[in-house]
């Protein structure tokens, strides 16, 4: 069915919000952007003019296909090589989505989307609706075919397990800068004591390689295994040389709303670590280094301006 171009202008209007409720549900920008292109399409099919709440029906039937897309995905993922982390968007991207509240700017952290890879499909869908976009349970219900009390339950839920893994209060931004760049100065020492001394006694550090760069298939886990790691991979050396194909420039940037290491050769991004610091110390290194899911962070990187290095490693 030919749309009107009014019928266009209302899809278009809707496609942020929706491309940043897809990409906090799936946790790759790439299929967020599918899942709202065949939203688009079956938006094209249908007679508009029954439609009463086309933003109600647009939602409606794109998180429906994010479910669908979480329940294969979770298949998928276990034959994953290595660790499955979800894909980092630098500071300005629009799929990023509204982060004019505490609570919207945290449920797209790095650290949360992590988190929300152990809830249930349903468990996810109600959070984010909830949580970042503020969706009344009455609406939840109606998009996901649940009763309000049932959506209350599962957002409560669903609450209570994100919480528990945030546990410590993270530090703000000139602090979380001031404690990076005391770790880039350990890391780069040769010496593991100081490592140890800036991270948290439970401290994790995760890698995502996809199978197409080499990451640890487990987390190193603990304060000393994060330290020895992080001193031997900020070590100059032929294979750190090989693998980066080029000298590296770090940058120092912010990921989903928190601070980010950014890893460049030659013009394009190689990774992304992602920083968990708290006021205990650093808990947690995310390091996405898996191509597919950098691309996007590529081109944003070449289409914004980004000051100069901090580092330069090998």
Partial sequence: ???????????????????????????????????????????QATDT???????????????????????????RRETYVGEWLPEPLLAGDPMLGP??????????SYAVLALLERLTPSERAVYVLRE???????????????????SQQIYHRAKKHVAEGRARAEVDEAAARRIIE??????????????????????????????????RARAFEGAVAVATFMRGLFKPGPAQRAL???????????????????????????????LEITDEGIAAFRNQVNPDKLERA??????????????RLF
């Avoid at 278009?12 to 899942?35: C, M, N, Q, T």
């Avoid at 505490?102 to 449920?107: C, I, K, L, N, Q």
């Avoid at 976009?133 to 109606?142: L, Q």
Wanted: charged share 25%.
């Fill in 1 to 43: 069915m030919a749309l009107t171009m009014t019928d266009v202008d209302r899809f278009e209007s809707s496609r942020p919000r929706l491309e940043a409720i897809a990409y906090r549900l799936l946790g790759s920008a790439s299929e967020a952007e599918d899942a709202v292109q065949e939203t688009y399409l079956r938006w």
């Fill in 49 to 75: 003019d029954r439609i009463e709440v086309p933003e109600a029906w647009l939602t409606k039937v794109l998180t429906n296909l994010c479910l669908n897309q979480l329940t294969s995905a979770r298949a």
């Fill in 99 to 108: 982060a004019d509240s505490a609570e919207r700017r945290e449920s797209v």
């Fill in 132 to 150: 970042a976009f503020d969706y009344p349970h009455r609406e939840i219900a109606g998009i996901l075919d649940l009763t309000e009390a049932a």
């Fill in 182 to 215: 005391e770790f880039l100065a350990a890391a780069t020492s040769g010496r593991t004591e100081p490592l140890v001394r800036l991270l948290t006694e439970d401290a994790v550090a995760v890698g995502d390689g996809g199978g197409k760069v080499p990451a």
């Fill in 244 to 274: 980066a194909g080029g000298p590296v420039d770090l940058y120092l940037t912010s990921a989903n709303g928190g601070p980010a290491l950014v890893a460049v050769v030659g013009g394009r991004v190689f990774g992304v670590m992602c």
């Fill in 298 to 311: 590529t081109r944003q990187w070449a289409a914004t301006d980004h000051g100069t290095p901090l580092l």
